[in-house]
């Protein structure tokens, strides 16, 4: 088994909504300095030793990434 | 200027139907070998360098985490 990390987030060029409320959000809260925030999504995946990279990026690509507005990396780390 | 990513997970008791839903659907589309899928948020922050940690673990804590029922993880990368 290995742990598989994919984060997906909107491309830079996309407008970020929930991004720019967060953003906005801030100093109203008390919190000066952060000129920026963008969200994403992270999705953690357990899989089998026998899942290699190449469906790794086909399943991110078509199931966790809308690529018209979104970005993905894939990434294995230790479990 | 850094950049710091919050990583945003919900925790281990609780259910994630959207990752769940996740995990369902790979089977149907012809990915097999994936046993768990859980979603979380990733959140990439633009701060000044006068932000400290503290001011970051408490902006991750109360405006980007349900504490009740995510966990998060706050770290600065390089940009």
């Known amino acids: 088994m ?3 990390v ?4 909107p491309k830079q060029e996309i407008l970020d ?3 720019q409320a967060v ?3 801030l100093p109203r809260l008390g919190f000066d300095g952060v000129s920026s925030v963008r969200q994403g999504k ?4 357990e899989v089998d030793d026998s899942v290699d990279d190449a469906a790794l990026a086909k399943i991110a690509e078509t199931l966790l ?3 018209v507005i979104e970005d993905f990396t894939v990434r294995r780390v230790e479990s």
Chains 1, 2 share one sequence.
């Open 17 to 19: 909504p929930q991004g």
């Open 2 to 4: 290995a742990r598989v």
């Open 65 to 67: 990434t809308n690529t």
């Open 23 to 25: 953003a906005n959000a």
């Open 6 to 9: 994919v984060d997906v987030m």
């Open 42 to 45: 992270r999705f953690e995946l």
